[in-house]
């Protein structure tokens, strides 16, 4: 059965420093997204992607972020300069069609120290 | 009134039992809706969608309710393998919503 797949599963990095965080939508799926969970807390949108551009974000990804598809297969989200807060488990997805049954990856728990 | 909203639970039930779960949303345009199921610190994953005619799958019924706008998750037969955190999630001109979800513990 195909998946989504995100690498690395735990990241761990210093206040201030920058991480990207990589996953491998399904094959031939068009829409992307990242989703984020704070441990206890709920998953949160953050944004989605669909043609090689950003077609929705939530208040949560501001200049901090940036997504980009660098070639056919992979999707990276970026966080610039990272935050204590910024800690949480970051979920990429992907769907055939906008807004209709996402898929998730494993997710890559990220904590910044 | 919060967009999606849950009661987070715990619901305890004993195998076999019969529990049902509801989800309020408060954007009446909303207009697909599904039920996810997430396991402790692993990923959501889709469990059914839910139709306006309501829709089953095995043991799971779902129901939506557009006047009273808010969706529900029936599960027949608890399985000890039915303990998790079910999220309703809605989706309309924005991107999927999660709700907070309600968690589950079926107990033998």
């Known amino acids: 059965e195909p998946e989504v797949t995100q690498t690395p599963s735990h990241q761990v990095t210093q206040m201030g420093q920058e991480v990207i965080l990589r996953c491998v939508p399904i094959s031939n799926h068009l829409y992307f997204y990242w989703y984020r969970q704070i441990l206890g807390q709920k998953v949160e949108f953050l944004v989605s992607f669909y043609n090689n551009e950003i077609s929705e974000k939530s208040e949560i990804f501001d200049d901090q972020f940036s997504v980009e598809r660098p070639d056919g297969s992979n999707f990276t989200l970026k966080i610039r300069s990272t935050k204590l807060e910024d800690s949480a488990m970051y979920f990429c997805?992907?769907?055939?069609?906008?807004?209709?049954?996402?898929?998730f990856g494993s997710g890559t728990q990220l904590s910044v120290l | 009134r919060k967009e999606v909203e849950q009661d987070p639970g715990p619901f305890n039930v004993p195998e076999g039992a019969t529990v049902a779960f509801n989800c309020t949303y408060s954007n009446s345009a909303s207009q697909s809706f599904f039920w996810y199921r997430q396991d402790c610190r692993k990923e959501p994953k889709l469990l059914m969608s839910v139709y306006s005619s309501g829709n089953e799958d095995g043991r799971f019924t779902a129901q939506l309710n557009r006047a009273s706008q808010y969706i529900s998750l029936l599960i027949r037969d608890s399985k000890l393998s039915d303990s998790a955190t079910y999220l309703c999630?809605?989706?309309?001109?924005?991107?999927?919503?999660f709700g907070s979800g309600t968690r589950l513990q079926v107990q033998p």
């Open positions: 999630a809605l989706a309309g001109r924005r991107a999927l919503t």
């Open positions: 997805a992907s769907s055939g069609q906008g807004n209709e049954k996402l898929f």
